[in-house]
């Protein structure tokens, strides 16, 4: 599967509308392998797109959604994101933030499933 995950804060003016954009880490979209992906998608630094083996139950994870809104909690896009500080190192350096990157990037399933975390 490819993702396209974002890698700096989408930031709003309106505090509100802030926190509801997409964050650093948040998976944008999850496609089958070979996705024929924009030229935005592919050449925006604010974007990366991850190619990885993971599996559709994963796949669910990184894509949740809040399904309920409680005032006392904080208002989020997504309930997981990757946290790309920990797949930054290696040979996965492209992931830094405004690294403008045109081709997918390999990780591995596993490594994925480690820097899935919850927000």
């Known amino acids: 599967m490819e993702m396209l ?3 700096v ?3 709003q003016p ?10 650093r880490g948040d998976v944008i979209a999850i496609c089958p392998d070979g996705w024929t992906w924009s030229i935005p ?3 925006n ?6 190619r990885s083996s ?14 309920f809104i409680d005032p006392g909690h904080k208002k989020v896009r997504r309930l997981y994101k990757l946290d790309l500080d920990r797949l930054n190192m290696g040979m996965w350096k ?3 933030k405004g690294v403008q990157v045109d081709t997918a990037i390999d ?13």
């Open 14 to 23: 309106d505090p509100e509308l802030s926190l509801m954009s997409s964050k």
């Open 41 to 43: 998608e592919r050449t």
């Open 107 to 119: 990780i591995p399933a596993h490594i994925i499933q480690l820097a899935t975390v919850k927000k």
């Open 9 to 11: 804060d989408k930031n």
């Open 54 to 67: 993971i599996l559709p139950s994963h796949a669910s994870v990184l894509m949740a959604t809040p399904n």
């Open 94 to 96: 492209d992931l830094k």
């Open 5 to 7: 995950v974002r890698t």
């Open 45 to 50: 630094p604010e974007w990366c797109i991850i």
